[in-house]
């Protein structure tokens, strides 16, 4: 035990020695209590404390009420059917990707049809269900002319949602189906195995904890995903995001919105766990030592081949046709009822809307470069310095990433509603939320380049003469540079597509797109919401585009690969 | 600029260690390296030969001792203070910096002017033979130009010592033995000392002027590659430098004519007036396979044993020989011309006096 004291003191010493690093420690940790612990904080006191003891009355009380035990209920099955759904559909992507021998051509269009619903803002793909399958829809009533068929409830809310997240699963197993080195199939061949029992025997069971995975990061998707549901589920299928947002917003009832958002919770949490410490830790990392020698992956028989890539295609046909009737929408004055062309719609939003396009324009400028460096500083210091509580801070700073938007929002608008620190309604508040629900994309990004750089190549550039600052500013801030740029662009795609936090944010002096998409949602002003959705899809592909070939250029020069600049 | 000596004297370097606590990687290790001398640290993974190596460069602080460069005593100066060239095993390259970036890097350290610095890195990488290779990018070199590129780099700042950190151990057997030709040959052209680490006893015995065995942290034995093969201090050193077989023989007389020993009922004088042993003890014995001499069994004279195995290797074959409880290693050359004995078949060995080496009992390290 004394020399693990002593260790405790050593750093300590070697902190305070360090100016210039302990500022930044404390600057850090004032931020994260602040908008993390301080935020969490209040949120639990509001759940469990009533005139400062403790009490399960509010618990209680929101628990006796059918409909939130039914919507707790119902949260739980969407998100394991949307797990299962998804899981299989982002399995049957993956190995046709890759152990199909496509050509490349079609694995791109595969790869650019998934990756389209995980960058759009929340509604697309319910807004489109509305349009092909609501009471005037294009399918349902149109082509086929059925009347009376019912869009809303959970088939559509499970429909819609494991559209838009199969991609996770899709990107999580691609990986994996792409790191089992065909030669270990080759010699389940050589023993004699049929396909079949090679994909049973080896395959699969060798995937099994990247299934895993991407079953428990769908379940936590859709567990806080309150958008599709908040316009698909229907009155008959309510989920606990929305109950808690009806809670706040309909009957202004911050304390029941604040326990409905522990339940949700507890949930949340235990996913969260198991994915970490469960899945985690079941990975088959190196399965072979050596690079095998080239082989023709032979997983799949060749009559297989075009029913799987079929499948596939349908899948993106499906998101692909989702997309195309959302810009027809847009340019078109009522889908469903008046089909004359105009820009109209346009027109809307680029003058009654304007004011919300210019906010989430500002409010994504300042979270940007605020999110970026937050991002590359603390994945620096978490990477790469030694201090006291390190750990504590990088768990710290992942916390608002995984919990779903609607606690993180309930939580702010408690915490900055009142003094000490009184925020509502302003853009800091919203500014804040993203930046640290969205920045640890860019922490573990450079915590990630950070790991690859060996020490050695530190320690080349001292050898070569380089003071530690020369050396910082010259080999490592460049070597972690992809990591700002990942970090940033993630930041400022969530602030132009997210919803379930800061829709408890916005006030009249600041207000966001997806905002105005919920509200033309309510008001059934579709062709509206389809202009919107168009314009953020548009600008987020632009930015997508942008950091891509910045990310390209560094790359070129030698630099790995930021993996993703999405993920969550 | 003229060559200077590396001293080391009495070095320390503990480590804490999860479940040992505190261990010694280094123990009061104490090495002279003349003035462009190469000098090698020798010995398998974990001796502490890479740790003695870092705290000349100045990447670890020994817990005590002292460094020398240059009869300047460098123990408290930071490595970008001591004015070192040091290659990688993995070579360190920078990923982000082309060829000629990563070869001037130094000297834009140093604040030199961009002519000198063209001027400079040009010459370098003439002399590793990289030219044409400027604008390329670390990533799309093979191992062999990443080496050479690494290699121009730490020579490039003009560096008072050279240190290597088995800088060949990530190349294929070829290219590694071109390779430390081509290094061996650089040192002697640049006029540096170099200190060089490596676990592979043939690379070492190829490239150095001396050799320092290490073992748990401390230098075993020095010497050049013949004295430590001719005279290893310890059945360690015998062990790791070359073949060998040890055995034990009963002393029969010792003198100043040299001592008479009893090895596998063969009675054999040999010339060793040094040894401090007396009649009646047993000793530990080296001797290495080539000195063995086997002839079939028809001879008359030698110990009789049997083939157990046989390798043929072109210029050699390699037996193992049984002789009473023991299995021998023995190496027979030209075995083309002179046949060989296949396994099963009856043979005599010999022992001749002067291939026969004495150990002095592991205590008696020799030190300088």
Sequence with gaps: MAGIAGTWMERWRRTLRDPALFATVLVLWVFLVLFILFPLARLLGRTFLDGGQFTLANMAAILQDSNHRQAFWNSLLLAALVGLCGTVLGFLYAFTAVRANLPRGWIMILDACSILPLVSPPFTTAIAMIFSFGPRGLITYHLFGIKGFTVYGLHSTLFSETLTYFPIAYLTLKPILAAIDPNVEDMAFSLGS?????????????????????????????????????????????????????????????????????????????????????????????????????????????????????????????????????????????????????????????????????????????????????????????????????????????????????????????????????????????????????????????????????????????S????????????????????????????????????????????????????????????????????????????????????????????????????????? | MSAVSIRIDGVSKQFAHRVKGEVYAVRDVSLTVQPAEFVTLLGPSGCGKTTTLRMIAGFEQPNSGRIFIGGQDVTGLMANQRNIGFVFQNYALFPHLSVFENVAYGLRVQRQSDAAILRAVGEVLAMVGLQGYEQQFPNQLSGGEQQRVALARAIVIRPRVLLFDEPLSNLDAKLRVHMRGELRELQKRLDITAVYVTHDQEEAMAISDRIAVMHQGAIVQEGTAEDLYRRPASEFVAQFIGRTNLLSARVLAAGAAGVEIELASQRIRVPDETARVAAGETVRVVVRPEVINVYAAESGSGVPGTIVSRTFLGEKAEYQVQVGAEILQVTSYDPVRRGTFAPGQQVRLSFPAEGIQLLRGEAQCRRP
């Excluded at chain 1, 990310?551 to 993703?564: C, D, N, P």
């Design chain 1, 194 to 462: 049929p396909r079949w029992r090679v994909f049973r025997t080896v395959t699969l069971p060798l995937t099994i904890p990247g299934l895993a995975n991407a079953f428990l990061l769908l379940f936590a998707a859709s567990l806080a995903d309150f958008a599709t549901p908040l316009i698909l589920a229907g009155n008959s299928f309510p989920v606990l995001p929305t109950q808690a947002y009806l809670q706040i917003t309909g009957l202004f009832d911050l304390k029941g919105g604040a326990v409905l958002s522990f339940v949700l919770l507890v949930p949340a949490l235990v996913v969260y766990l198991l994915q970490r410490y469960w899945v985690g830790r079941r990975y088959y990392v190196t399965i072979t030592g050596k690079v095998g020698a080239q082989t023709t992956i032979k997983s799949l028989a060749p009559w297989a081949r075009a029913p799987l890539l079929g499948l596939c295609l349908l899948i993106a046909a499906a998101i692909l046709y989702f997309y195309v009737l959302l810009f027809y929408a847009s340019v078109v004055v009522a889908l469903g009822a008046n089909h004359a062309w105009t820009w109209h719609h346009y027109e809307v939003i680029f003058t009654e809307g304007l004011k919300a396009i210019r906010d989430t324009l500002i409010i994504a400028g300042l979270g940007m470069p605020l999110g970026g460096l937050y991002g590359i500083l603390l994945g620096y210091l978490v990477g790469k310095k030694h201090f006291p509580g390190r750990q504590t801070m990088e768990v710290v700073s992942m916390i608002n990433y995984s919990l779903p938007g609607t606690i993180v929002g309930i939580a702010y608008l408690i915490a900055f509603n009142d003094p000490p620190l009184i925020l509502t309604g302003t853009a800091l508040v919203i500014v804040a939320c993203y930046v640290f629900r969205y920045s640890p994309t860019g922490i573990r990004a450079t915590v990630a380049l950070l790991q690859q750089i060996d020490p050695s190549i530190e320690e080349a550039s001292e």
């Design chain 1, 464 to 568: 070569l003469g380089a003071s530690s600052g020369t050396t910082f500013r010259r080999i490592t801030l460049p070597l972690i540079v992809p990591a700002f740029f990942a970090g940033l662009g993630v930041v400022f795609i969530r602030s132009m597509t997210a919803i379930s936090a800061t829709i408890f944010l916005v006030s009249i002096n600041w207000t966001l797109i997806t905002v105005r998409i919920l509200e033309n949602m309510t008001e059934l002003s579709l062709g509206p919401a389809a202009a919107f959705s168009i314009l953020v899809v548009v600008i987020v592909f632009a930015m997508i585009a942008l950091i891509s070939s910045l990310l390209r250029r560094f790359r070129a020069a030698g630099v790995v690969e930021v993996t993703s600049i999405l993920g969550g």
